[in-house]
């Protein structure tokens, strides 16, 4: 009996410094829009990056591809910002490793998205020189420039 009671109780906190009708009124307004909401009820979809099985367990259809070890952390960005549900695989059996996206049909336009960004990403690392090699070219002009004597000696004078 007393829990048939508790389930039926509302609780409506409203300020009581400056109770108005108005207050009052707003208060009850969103309390009806917070029960129209449905908002007891928990949606355990998970958003983003997670498991192949959690994938699979939608039941909406997965399609994949291939992506190099290079641009992980960028294609997840990507997918990320246009959110998309995905999940990661490595493929150990090949040398070197290659990595899969696994993403979910429902989000095609989204996928196709993900996919034409990402590959002007790599185009755009592919065709930029490495910092490490345009350093080491540097280095190698510095090498060949005559170098000065310097000698300081400094003189201690008391």
Same mark, same amino acid.
Do not use: C
């Given at each position: 009996?007393?829990?048939?009671?508790?389930?039926?109780?509302?609780?409506?906190?409203?300020?009581?410094?400056?109770?108005?009708?108005?207050?009052?009124?707003?208060?009850?307004?969103?309390?009806?829009?917070?029960?129209?909401?449905?908002?007891?009820?928990? %949606? %355990?979809?998970?958003?983003?990056?997670?498991?192949? %099985?959690?994938?699979?367990?939608?039941?909406?259809?997965?399609?994949?591809?291939?992506?190099? %070890?290079?641009?992980?952390?960028?294609?997840?960005?990507?997918?990320?910002?246009?959110?998309?549900?995905?999940?990661?695989?490595?493929?150990?059996?090949?040398?070197?490793?290659?990595?899969?996206?696994?993403?979910?049909?429902?989000?095609?336009?989204?996928?196709?998205?993900?996919?034409?960004?990402?590959?002007?990403?790599?185009?755009?690392?592919?065709?930029?020189?490495?910092?490490?090699?345009?350093?080491?070219?540097?280095?190698?002009?510095?090498?060949?420039?005559?170098?000065?004597?310097?000698?300081?000696?400094?003189?201690?004078?008391?």
């Amino acid at each position: 009996m007393q829990e048939e009671v508790e389930e039926k109780t509302v609780r409506l906190a409203v300020s009581t410094i400056q109770l108005s009708a108005r207050a009052l009124i707003a208060g009850i307004r969103l309390h009806m829009h917070h029960k129209d909401m449905k908002i007891w009820k928990h %949606d %355990d979809h998970i958003v983003g990056k997670q498991s192949i %099985d959690e994938l699979l367990k939608q039941n909406q259809g997965v399609s994949s591809m291939e992506i190099g %070890d290079v641009g992980i952390r960028k294609f997840e960005r990507i997918a990320k910002k246009y959110g998309v549900d995905f999940a990661i695989m490595k493929n150990k059996q090949v040398d070197p490793p290659v990595y899969t996206a696994f993403f979910k049909a429902k989000d095609m336009d989204a996928m196709e998205a993900v996919v034409n960004e990402y590959s002007l990403k790599m185009m755009k690392m592919k065709e930029k020189p490495s910092v490490i090699k345009k350093l080491q070219k540097f280095i190698e002009i510095a090498k060949k420039q005559p170098q000065k004597n310097i000698n300081r000696a400094q003189e201690m004078t008391r």
